[in-house]
T-cell receptor
Framework: DGGITQSPKYLFRKEGQNVTLSCEQNLNHDAMYWYRQDPGQGLRLIYYSQIVNDFQKGDIAEGYSVSREKKESFPLTVTSAQKNPTAFYLC???????????????FGNGTRLTVT | GQQVMQIPQYQHVQEGEDFTTYCNSSTTLSNIQWYKQRPGGHPVFLIQLVKSGEVKKQKRLTFQFGEAKKNSSLHITATQTTDVGTYFCGGSGGSNYKLTFGKGTLLTVNP
């Protein structure tokens, strides 16, 4: 079955450590996204990528970094510079870049990160 | 920047009652998408509206896009316990093609 795999489901880290969240898709989608979800805050865009080797900052990129070396993979690193990293992180993909096709998002199951 | 407001934030209903959630955008939208997130789950795409005044139905769910393309609504007729979850709208428009999501409406249904 095609889909988006995020791992791990739960992740615990100590404050001051960088942590990388994995996102892999086998849908052959061009665009990939990272969202952060906090209780009562909806979905906020961290980074997005419309094509391999290219990505852009979203609305809350500070303290995060990404790479897009392969079409299937879009890992997110939460750095120690992110002041409130504890959150639910969702990776998503869409067939084409939203700029031209407004295509729906397919979400992974998410990673719940807790930093203490 | 573009803002999408969604109300109410919470709604509790008795099974069989109707439910409506509303989205309002600060700018004209090119399209609006609706998603449902079950408790503990991830958002799942429900529908996309692109035309002014568009109305679409999925069984007991009715989606509307306003004439000015700045507001939208999702109406559920005769709610069931399976409708429980958070409903999000996401809109994009103009040169800002990124989806901006509302904060969602959490629906709980008392059997």
């Amino acid at each position: 079955d095609g889909g988006i795999t995020q791992s791990p489901k739960y992740l615990f880290r100590k404050e001051g450590q960088n942590v990388t969240l994995s996102c892999e898709q086998n849908l052959n989608h061009d665009a990939m996204y990272w969202y952060r979800q906090d209780p009562g805050q909806g979905l906020r865009l961290i980074y997005y990528s419309q094509i391999v080797n290219d990505f852009q900052k979203g609305d809350i990129a500070e303290g995060y970094s990404v790479s897009r070396e392969k079409k299937e993979s879009f890992p997110l690193t939460v750095t120690s510079a992110q002041k409130n990293p504890t959150a639910f992180y969702l990776c998503a993909s869409s067939p084409f870049g939203a700029a031209f096709y407004n295509s729906p998002l397919h979400f992974g199951n998410g990673t719940r990160l807790t930093v203490t | 920047g573009q803002q999408v407001m969604q109300i109410p934030q919470y709604q509790h209903v008795q099974e069989g009652e109707d439910f409506t959630t509303y989205c309002n955008s600060s700018t004209t939208l090119s399209n609006i998408q609706w998603y449902k997130q079950r408790p503990g789950g991830h958002p799942v795409f429900l529908i996309q509206l692109v035309k002014s005044g568009e109305v679409k139905k999925q069984k007991r769910l009715t989606f509307q896009f306003g004439e000015a393309k700045k507001n939208s609504s999702l109406h559920i007729t005769a709610t069931q316990t399976t409708d429980v979850g958070t409903y999000f709208c996401g809109g994009s428009g103009g040169s800002n093609y990124k989806l901006t999501f509302g904060k969602g409406t959490l629906l709980t249904v008392n059997p």
